[in-house]
């Protein structure tokens, strides 16, 4: 069975505190890895998608990366608009649906 | 204008009330999508279309149908709400490149029932 794992729960930095989230996945098959950005009461937003192990992409602050087992992402000098839950989702090659993670809660304090 | 509507944002019902969950998208994508997200659960895929004529059960799918109006329309029924259906609920819409999936979703409807 397709499995997610995101840790930690939750997070608190201090603004200009760098730091990473950590998503665990376990897919038959992996076709791709995605990260998004969820506000409070709010859909979650697309922020990256990962298909091979080795693989990196950016956007502002945020730096996802991927191995075979598990994705990293990095928040470098977070302001308190950073602040949110990522959510992390895996497709496995052998179905078309997307398998979620439970979410990290990033709190940036200023 | 955003890509994926969703309408309404907030409702509130009863025990055994039959209610209706409307999505609407202007992305053009065939692909559509309706989860529930529960505290600590994550979301949850209820129901997927990837055409008009193509309708497919989630994990979660009981106490739950759906109707695919059209391309751009994607609505969820609750036949006899439950209190145990209070839930946020999300569409989603995707149009596959190359099988690789990434999924864009609505703002959101909170439900409350009672």
């Known amino acids: 069975e397709d499995q997610v794992t995101q840790s930690p729960e939750a997070l608190r930095l201090q603004e200009g505190e760098s730091s990473s989230l950590n998503c665990s996945y376990t897919?038959?098959?992996?076709?791709?890895l995605f990260w998004y950005r969820q506000d409070p009461g709010k859909g979650p937003e697309f922020l990256f998608t990962l298909y091979s192990a080795g693989e990196e992409k950016e956007k502002e602050r945020l730096k996802a990366t991927l191995t075979k087992k598990e994705s990293f992402l990095h928040i470098t000098a977070p302001k308190p608009e950073d602040s949110a839950t990522y959510l992390c989702a895996v497709q496995a090659t052998s179905f078309q649906k997307l398998v979620f993670g439970t979410g990290t809660r990033l709190l940036v304090s200023p | 204008d955003a890509d994926v509507t969703q309408t309404p944002r907030n409702r509130i019902t009863k025990t055994g009330k039959r209610i209706m969950l409307e999505c609407s998208q202007t992305k053009g994508h065939d692909r559509m999508y309706w989860y529930r997200q529960d505290p600590g659960l994550g979301l949850r895929l209820i129901y997927y279309s990837f055409d008009v004529k193509d309708i497919n059960k989630g994990e979660i799918s009981d106490g739950y149908s759906v109707s695919r109006q059209a391309q751009a329309k994607f609505s969820l029924s609750l036949e006899s709400a439950i209190p145990n259906q209070t839930a946020l609920y999300f569409c989603?819409?995707?149009?596959?490149?190359?099988?690789?999936?990434?999924?864009?979703f609505g703002p959101g409807t909170r439900l409350l029932v009672l």
């Open positions: 989603a819409t995707s149009d596959p490149n190359r099988g690789r999936e990434t999924q864009y």
């Open positions: 897919v038959s098959g992996l076709r791709g």
